[in-house]
T-cell receptor
Framework: TQLLEQSPQFLSIQEGENLTVYCNSSSVFSSLQWYRQEPGEGPVLLVTVVTGGEVKKLKRLTFQFGDARKDSSLHITAAQPGDTGLYLCAGARSDSWGKFQFGAGTQVVVTP | GAGVSQSPSNKVTEKGKDVELRCDPISGHTALYWYRQSLGQGLEFLIYFQGNSAPDKSGLPSDRFSAERTGGSVSTLTIQRTQQEDSAVYLC?????????FGPGTRLTVT
């Protein structure tokens, strides 16, 4: 059983459409991170959120951390083929510092 | 600057053989992590080091798995008597703050 549940598992959209990926848990996290992984490479950090209710924007990407610090979402506006990749959320709990638990990931495919 | 490097990039081994995977972290990073990623799965936490000590070994799947880190730098993950279910990509990451910097991984195939 994954500590962090991501949905959907797979998302295929056309260039220019919007998409949202969700990351949910029953646990409270002191911080939550989003990574993007491309084939043959390690994940690359996109953002870290630490405050409940926090919203961060990175160009066309908007990240939100739930008020209770148990869930998060990633919204991409006007998706481009370069956004294709595996999106992973990772959380660290205050009682297990340093141990980042990852979700199973959402595979996003953006076609031209 | 140099990122996290891992070697080998690919390893094919026969069932029952031992393998060693190496990770060279970013210089100065005190924390080092090992994760395993199977096809279609997320990252499975294996172990992390703070300096040379491993506060949390709870993710190691069995006693066939061991890891060490020397000089606060290079780490090796050793799998003894490999089994087919050990086939996966083994990812290493290092960190100075909560930002994890990942290497490209070692793809292990056990035949």
């Amino acid at each position: 059983t994954q500590l962090l549940e991501q949905s959907p598992q797979f998302l295929s959209i056309q260039e220019g459409e919007n998409l949202t990926v969700y990351c949910n848990s029953s646990s409270v996290f002191s911080s939550l991170q989003w990574y993007r992984q491309e084939p043959g490479e390690g994940p690359v950090l996109l953002v870290t959120v630490v405050t409940g209710g926090e919203v961060k924007k990175l160009k066309r990407l908007t990240f939100q951390f739930g008020d209770a610090r148990k869930d998060s979402s990633l919204h991409i506006t006007a998706a481009q083929p370069g956004d294709t990749g595996l999106y992973l959320c990772a959380g660290a709990r205050s009682d297990s510092w340093g141990k980042f638990q990852f979700g199973a990931g959402t595979q996003v495919v953006v076609t031209p | 600057g140099a990122g996290v490097s891992q070697s080998p990039s690919n390893k094919v081994t026969e069932k029952g053989k031992d393998v060693e995977l190496r990770c060279d972290p970013i210089s100065g990073h005190t924390a080092l992590y090992w994760y395993r990623q199977s096809l279609g799965q997320g990252l499975e936490f294996l172990i992390y080091f703070q300096g040379n000590s491993a506060p949390d070994k709870s993710g190691l799947p069995s006693d066939r798995f061991s890891a060490e880190r020397t000089g606060g730098s290079v780490s090796t993950l050793t799998i003894q008597r490999t089994q087919q279910e050990d086939s996966a990509v083994y990812l290493c990451a290092s960190s100075l703050d909560p930002h994890l910097y990942f290497g490209p991984g070692t793809r292990l195939t056990v035949t």
